[in-house]
């Protein structure tokens, strides 16, 4: 295969979240699950933490990347989502060293790529409620929500 076919083969999962935050943690705990499952050699997971930007390193020498994150877009919590790139609101203006997130990261893609070949970007979102500080268990909506989103990474990882 050549390098080129081998990028386009490989998915990369790249999971957000702040643990210590109750259900904003929801991506570390979907990271966890995967990580302790048996995925496919062209199958990588990492560990995306808080920090969106650093996180550009983690979607080259992809084909196909999927994100996951806790969402709040006013919708039941626990409801798992798929959104396409172009699907996503792009951020406000208000850019600082700590409010760069997940959102930031996805507008700079077409910038970061320019002239390359961009990943094809999949998000799949928990739809989450108040974030509570200072515990690492996410509501049981929150909770329950955990293998629809496992599931819905790996249906994306295999097609």
Same mark, same amino acid.
């Given at each position: *295969?050549?390098?080129?076919?081998?990028?386009?083969? *490989?998915?990369?999962? $790249?999971?957000?979240?702040? +643990?210590?935050?109750?259900?904003?943690?929801?991506?570390?705990?979907?990271?966890?699950? +995967?990580?302790? *499952?048996?995925?496919?050699? #062209?199958?990588?997971?990492?560990?995306?933490?808080?920090?969106?930007? %650093?996180?550009?390193?983690?979607?080259?020498?992809?084909?196909? /990347?999927?994100?996951?994150?806790?969402?709040? @877009?006013?919708? #039941?919590?626990? @409801?798992?989502?798929?959104?396409?790139?172009?699907?996503?609101?792009?951020?406000?203006?208000?850019? %600082?060293?700590?409010?760069?997130?997940?959102?930031?990261?996805?507008? /700079? +893609?077409?910038? $970061?790529?320019?002239?390359?070949? /961009?990943?094809?970007?999949?998000?799949?979102?928990?739809?989450?409620? #108040?974030?509570?500080?200072?515990?690492?268990?996410?509501?049981?909506?929150?909770?329950?929500?955990?293998?629809? !989103?496992?599931? !819905? $990474?790996?249906?994306?990882? @295999?097609?």
């Amino acid at each position: *295969m050549s390098s080129d076919g081998a990028r386009a083969a *490989m998915r990369h999962v $790249v999971c957000f979240g702040n +643990l210590w935050q109750g259900d904003d943690g929801f991506g570390i705990h979907v990271f966890r699950r +995967l990580r302790a *499952m048996r995925l496919p050699p #062209r199958v990588k997971v990492f560990e995306g933490g808080t920090a969106g930007l %650093s996180a550009l390193q983690h979607l080259e020498g992809c084909g196909k /990347a999927v994100i996951v994150d806790a969402i709040k @877009t006013g919708g #039941r919590p626990g @409801t798992v989502r798929r959104f396409l790139l172009e699907e996503l609101d792009t951020p406000g203006q208000e850019y %600082s060293v700590h409010a760069l997130g997940v959102n930031h990261l996805l507008a /700079a +893609l077409p910038v $970061v790529f320019e002239g390359g070949v /961009a990943p094809e970007v999949i998000v799949i979102g928990a739809e989450i409620g #108040r974030i509570s500080p200072f515990t690492d268990r996410l509501t049981p909506p929150v909770e329950a929500a955990l293998g629809g !989103a496992v599931d !819905a $990474v790996i249906k994306e990882c @295999t097609s």
